[in-house]
């Protein structure tokens, strides 16, 4: 696969995964799909941090779409640098991609550990799981502890979780395009240059 052909794939899979934690991000706005805890002391702070929508998603989306860009036809046409300056453009792009990625990797990861906000039987808010330290995650038993809003637990594990893949994936893909941007600098698009006759065909 050429330097070209690879940057597209790893593009559009970006693309699609900032997309994916953007989504997630909103979801986790909207416990159990209901409006009626989206509110700031009823939500956990790393919901807050909005690390889906601009860790894994925007700062994510940019470097996706400079890598699409970098694998189509050269920025001078046929010879010349060929697509070198878009290359060295998704360079950067991936750079500021994977530091996104980091952000929402860690984010999630502290959104898992610390669990959701919730209400107990006896009617106080808070982070009830944060002591456990992540071990209520194997526990289901303790997810029946929080009342309000139903079935949060497994809301904020589920898209949490969803929101850790998906960065991970982006911080590898992001990783790639550096390496792959950066031959494409020093060595050009490895595609077929196409001739004249073919051009005006």
């Known amino acids: 696969m050429c330097t070209g052909q690879c940057a597209r794939f790893v593009g559009l899979s970006l693309i699609t995964l900032s997309?994916?934690?953007?989504?997630?991000?909103?979801?986790?706005?909207?416990?159990?799909?209901?409006?009626?805890?989206?509110?700031t002391d009823k939500l956990s702070l790393q919901v807050w941090l909005m690390a889906g929508f601009f860790g894994g998603g925007l700062m994510v989306l940019c470097p996706g779409i400079a890598a699409v860009r970098a694998g189509g036809k050269g920025c001078c046409g046929a010879g010349c640098?060929?697509?070198?300056?878009?290359?060295?453009?998704?360079?950067f792009c991936s750079a500021l991609g994977m530091i996104g990625a980091i952000y929402c990797l860690s984010v999630s990861g502290t959104g898992?550990?610390?669990?959701?906000?919730?209400?107990?039987?006896?009617?106080s808010w808070g982070s009830h799981f944060k002591e456990t330290e992540g071990s209520y995650l194997l526990n289901h038993t303790m997810w029946d502890l929080c009342?309000?809003?139903?079935?949060?637990?497994?809301?904020?594990?589920?898209?949490?979780?969803?929101?850790l893949a998906a960065s991970c994936l982006?911080?590898?893909?992001?990783?790639?395009?550096?390496?792959?941007?950066?031959?494409?600098?020093?060595?050009?698009?490895?595609?077929?240059?196409?001739?004249?006759?073919?051009?005006?065909?």
């Open 19 to 39: 997309l994916v934690c953007i989504v997630a991000n909103a979801l986790l706005l909207v416990p159990n799909g209901e409006t009626t805890w989206t509110k």
């Open 112 to 123: 898992l550990r610390d669990g959701p906000k919730c209400r107990l039987k006896d009617g």
């Open 147 to 163: 009342e309000e809003p139903p079935n949060v637990v497994t809301w904020h594990v589920t898209l949490f979780s969803l929101l």
């Open 81 to 91: 640098c060929g697509n070198r300056c878009r290359m060295l453009r998704s360079v």
């Open 170 to 201: 982006e911080l590898v893909l992001c990783g790639v395009q550096v390496v792959n941007a950066a031959m494409g600098v020093l060595c050009g698009d490895c595609r077929k240059k196409v001739g004249p006759r073919a051009q005006e065909l």
